[in-house]
């Protein structure tokens, strides 16, 4: 008699691995291959880290749209070579003006994208004009190239504007995004326009070379900023098409508070450790939590003798993240309990061992769906970050900033930035960011090995959720101490963030790797 039962999880049987990048003139890590690709560009022209991070997230903004974008909002840390600190720059979330509760009535069901709100009326806090937060992404970049980058966004714009007119690659991977968001997409004319084909996603051939989907009028948009400069966006030519787009689709947005946007930067949070400060965003995002995290954990003397973390060690991993996590929603009830989320993150060093590491996001994937027809780029659906419901303090409100799940890191030492990480995939992000950054730096693990390390992932107070291929007796632990779900990193469904990360320990070399389960991403340095 043939005994057989299956197994109630698919088995995805083979290795993945991807290749880290080694130079000493700097190291770009990014979501996408072309985005890396063009923040080397940049750092072999002499930019520095800034410049090519710049470079990257307007890239980004093309060949990820799913992701990132124009349309987007973010947050970054950046450290000079000769700068004792890390500086925090702030482009989060922030509410029209016109924005109120009103706009939002309730169906009695509960919704059905991100977060645990109340279902609204024709879902219109989660797609649509009503969706839409300020577009801060370009006035981030733009602040960071005048305050601290060498080059004209002129040209550190040229490979955006050459991926635009090229168009989005259409392989497998770009079938399986758009697939997510097609159904809400087919809504919208210029969306289904540009990223469907007949209301559905497009196919890459059987066989052969898959080509570019044609990007609408993005090049051009790209264009104009690298004329006009990027406060066109905002006071120009540029922010007259945004209002009047958003007005004749009945959105908030408004060309005054366009006009007055400005980006905040303020000193990074920094928590001792070791011989090292891991410094962290400091606002309306994950950086103080993940902080809260870090001082519950006992700082190691060294580890360095460790080859791989203990049983012990991700236990007591969880049980700071599940504290830091119980203080969060205790004290701060607007963080939208959402374990997932469509977020990109980028690394750069450069050749003299600068440092950025920068979070973005459109929120939702392809944000709000909505592609504005007089320039070609997604708008964010960032209004769902904050609760349909009046009277709480998360409640919509004109004008009021969201927290955010965003959280990328520099750890420094003897004044210098040696480690940049972080990790796309809502709050999903702040465990992957913490693992990675202990591993490279308490286990002198290299930056190769941490990336392909299994992980655990602690989204919230209560459940664990562990990588299939942790050992038994990691495994066993993190069951005994509570709650614990056994999941696969895999592609789709994704279970755990997409970290990355670069280290220049040595002061000479930078070293960086790409999340592995990211088909697209890539870590490059210049040859």
């Keep these: 008699m043939v005994s057989y039962q299956p197994l109630t999880y698919p088995v995805h049987n083979w290795t993945v691995r991807k290749p880290i990048a080694e130079s000493s003139k700097g190291v770009v890590a990014s979501q996408v291959y072309d985005a890396s690709a063009a923040g080397v560009a940049v750092l072999e022209a002499g930019g520095n880290a800034v410049d090519a991070a710049v470079a990257t997230a307007f890239a980004l903004a093309v060949v990820e749209p799913w992701n990132s974008g124009l349309g987007g909002v973010g947050f970054a840390l950046y450290q000079g070579h000769d700068k004792g600190t890390a500086t925090s720059i702030h482009f989060g979330p922030v509410a029209p003006r016109k924005l109120r509760p009103e706009l939002f009535p309730l169906t009695g069901r509960p919704a059905t994208d991100l977060f645990p709100w109340p279902q609204v009326e024709n879902d219109a806090n989660s797609h649509g004009p009503l969706s839409f937060?300020?577009?801060t992404a370009v006035a981030g970049?733009?602040?960071?190239?005048?305050?601290?980058g060498t080059m004209p966004l002129s040209e550190v714009l040229q490979p955006a504007i050459v991926l635009a007119k090229r168009g989005l690659p259409s392989d497998w991977f770009s079938t399986l995004m758009l697939a997510q968001a097609a159904p809400i997409m087919r809504k919208y004319g210029e969306t289904a326009r540009i990223f469907l084909r007949?209301?559905?996603?497009?196919?890459?051939?059987y066989q052969g070379t898959p080509g570019f989907l044609p990007l609408g009028r993005m090049s051009?948009?790209?264009?104009?900023?690298?004329?006009?400069g990027w406060r066109d966006f905002y006071q120009g030519d540029l922010a007259t098409s945004i209002v009047r787009d958003i007005a004749e689709m009945g959105g908030l947005i408004g060309r005054e508070e366009l006009d007055a946007y400005e980006v905040e930067t303020a000193h990074a949070l920094s928590v001792p450790w070791g011989d090292s400060s891991i410094q962290l965003s400091s606002g309306m995002n994950a950086g103080p939590t993940l902080a809260d995290a870090f001082k519950m954990l006992e700082p190691p003397v060294s580890r360095r003798e460790e080859k791989h973390p203990s049983a012990q060690w991700y236990v007591e991993i969880a049980k700071a993240l599940k504290a830091a996590y119980k203080k969060r929603l205790h004290e701060d009830s607007s963080d939208p309990s959402a374990p997932k989320g469509c977020t990109t993150h980028l690394n750069v060093c450069d050749a003299k061992g600068s440092m950025v590491a920068l979070t973005t996001t459109l929120l939702s994937s392809m944000g709000s769906r909505v592609v504005l027809p007089s320039t070609g780029f997604v708008m964010n659906n960032g209004v769902m970050w904050f609760d349909p419901r009046p009277g709480t303090s998360n409640s919509v409100e004109g004008g009021k900033k969201a927290l955010s799940n965003m959280c990328p890191a520099i750890i420094s030492r003897d004044g210098r930035p040696v480690v940049a990480g972080g990790a796309a995939g809502g709050r999903r992000i702040m465990a992957a960011v913490a693992q990675l950054l202990l591993l490279v730096h308490d286990f002198d693990m290299s930056v190769g090995d941490a990336a392909h390390c299994p992980r655990i992932d602690v989204s919230g107070p209560e459940q664990v959720s562990a990588d299939r291929r942790l050992p038994a007796l990691v495994l066993h632990a993190l069951r005994e101490l509570g709650e614990c779900e056994v999941v696969d990193h895999n592609v789709l469904p994704i279970n755990f963030a997409r970290p990355s990360v670069i280290e220049r320990f040595d002061g000479r070399t930078a070293r960086g790797v790409s999340d592995a389960f990211s088909p697209w991403s890539?870590?490059?340095g210049p040859q």
């Design 220 to 228: 051009e948009t790209l264009e104009r900023l690298a004329h006009a």
């Design 141 to 148: 970049y733009g602040t960071m190239l005048e305050r601290w």
């Design 198 to 205: 007949d209301g559905l996603p497009p196919v890459p051939p």
């Design 133 to 135: 937060c300020l577009p």
């Design 522 to 524: 890539a870590a490059l």
